[in-house]
């Protein structure tokens, strides 16, 4: 499998999250990454592949549903020292974070939402974050 190199874009919403005394450090406020890229986290020991929507069920946007639904992705994260694991997290299920090493992952979104009737793939992106935890 081949691994395309591609930095994690920083995504500032309400400007840059300082670190809080005596807790884990967030490494940056929110990161966005497309299908099938990987990213590194500037100044960590950490790579993110975003490798499928294993389902995505959510109610489309122009839709009035009973449930939000869900949307499963697949991602694989590696360090330098070979260390590397793939997990699954959900949108709106029990699992929306990984531990990897000395970082917490969480998902907080899938772009684009689904629309009614939409048939062809779309450019999904996953938005992260990432906090590093103290050992």
Known sequence: MR?????LTAVALCGALAPVSGRDTIIGPLYSLR????????????????LAVEEDSRCPK???C???GN??????????????????MNTNAATKEYVFGKYRIWLNGLFPQPTAGESKPRAYEVVLSIEKMKK
């Open 71 to 88: 949307a499963r992705v697949r991602l694989m994260a590696r360090n330098s020292k070979g260390a590397c694991a793939e997990f699954v």
């Open 62 to 64: 122009d839709v009035e």
């Open 35 to 50: 299908l099938g890229k990987e990213g590194k986290i500037k100044g960590e020991d950490l790579r993110l592949t975003f």
């Open 3 to 7: 691994f395309l190199r591609l930095s």
């Open 66 to 68: 009973i449930s939000e």
